[in-house]
C-alpha cells in the first residue's frame, strides 16, 4: 500500500492532472445542433422503414387477395363444365328426368 | 444541474421528447467528450464517438428503466462506444504496437494538443494499458469519480476496481522508470 501510495504521489508530481487537450472554437456551442440534424435523419430513416414495410405488407395482401380470386373464379368456371357434361351425358343417353326420378324411388 | 426525475418524464412523453433529449446534450455534451477523448485521443475520433454515444442513447431512450441515473446510462454508452471504436480501429486499422510508438509524435503534431513531450509519453503510458484499467484510471485519476460511481456504472466489483487502479498506476510508473 505504501508502494502505491509513493507511486501515486510521483505520478501526480511529475505529471499533474491537467488537460492538455484542446478542441475547435465553439465546438460545444455547435455539437447539440449537429445532433439535432442526426436524429431528424433518422426520424426520416425510420418513417421510410415503416413505410417501405407497410407498402410490402399491402402488396403482399393484394396479392393474396388477387389469387384466391382467381383460384375462385378457377373453380366456379370448373363447376360449370361439369354440370354442363353431366346433362350432356344425360341428353345422349335419352334418358328423361321421370325416369331417373323413378329410378331413384325404385331404388329406396 | 438538471432535475432526473423531471427529464425522465419528458423523455417518456413523445410531444417533450426531443426537446428533453437536447436538454441532456447540452448538459453531458462536455463531460462525455472529456471522457471520450482520454481514451481515443485525437478530436475527430471523439466527436464521431461521442455522435454515436447520442444517437444510441436517443434510439434506446424506450429501453431506458430510470434503474439508473441518465448520466450513469449515458457514461456506459460512451464507454462502451469508445472501447468499441479502438477494438475496430485495431482490427481496420492493423493497429499495432508500432503505431502505439508513433502517438507521441502523432500528438506532438496534433493542433488540439497543447502538452509538452511528457504529457504526450503520459498519453502514451496510458494507451498502452489494457482498456479495463486503462477506463478506471482515466476515472479515478483524472475525473476523481468515486469507486461506487464507478462500480455501478462499469458494473464491477469495488475491489476490483481497486486492483485495476493500482495495477495502471505500477505500469505507468514502471514505464517512466524505463523512459526516463
Known amino acids: 500500500m505504501r508502494e502505491f501510495m509513493i507511486e501515486e504521489k510521483f505520478i501526480e508530481e511529475r505529471l499533474g492532472n491537467g488537460n492538455p487537450f484542446r478542441v475547435p472554437e465553439h465546438y460545444f456551442d455547435e455539437f447539440p445542433q449537429r445532433i439535432k440534424k442526426r436524429i431528424a435523419q433518422q426520424k426520416r430513416r425510420r418513417l421510410m422503414i415503416r413505410w417501405s414495410i407497410a407498402a410490402m405488407m399491402a402488396g403482399c395482401i393484394f396479392g393474396s387477395a388477387l389469387f384466391l380470386n382467381n383460384s375462385r373464379q378457377q373453380n366456379a368456371s370448373l363447376e360449370a363444365d361439369n354440370t354442363q357434361y353431366i346433362e350432356d351425358a344425360l341428353d345422349y343417353s335419352m334418358i328423361n328426368n321421370m325416369e331417373i326420378a323413378t329410378y331413384l324411388t325404385e331404388a329406396e | ?180
Open chain 2, 1 to 180: 444541474m438538471i432535475n432526473e426525475s423531471r427529464i425522465i418524464t419528458q423523455l417518456k412523453d413523445e410531444s417533450q421528447k426531443e426537446a428533453a433529449f437536447n436538454t441532456l446534450v447540452h448538459e453531458y455534451q462536455e463531460v462525455l467528450y472529456w471522457q471520450i477523448r482520454r481514451l481515443v485521443l485525437s478530436h475527430d475520433d471523439a466527436d464521431d464517438v461521442l455522435q454515436n454515444t447520442f444517437i444510441k442513447a436517443w434510439l434506446a431512450l424506450d429501453e431506458f428503466r430510470a434503474e439508473s441515473k441518465i448520466s450513469t446510462w449515458l457514461f456506459r454508452i460512451a464507454i462502451n462506444e469508445s472501447l468499441s471504436f479502438l477494438e475496430k480501429k485495431k482490427k481496420n486499422a492493423g493497429f499495432s504496437n508500432d503505431t502505439i510508438e508513433d502517438m507521441t509524435s502523432q500528438l506532438m503534431s496534433d493542433p488540439y494538443f497543447d502538452g509538452d513531450e511528457t504529457q504526450a509519453l503520459f498519453q502514451k503510458a496510458i494507451a498502452l494499458l489494457p482498456e479495463k484499467q486503462k477506463v478506471v484510471f482515466n476515472l479515478k485519476y483524472f475525473q476523481e469519480m468515486k469507486y461506487e460511481d464507478m462500480s455501478q456504472m462499469l458494473g464491477t466489483s469495488i475491489g476490483a476496481l481497486k486492483a485495476s487502479y493500482h495495477h495502471a498506476v505500477k505500469k505507468i510508473t514502471d514505464f517512466f522508470q524505463q523512459n526516463d
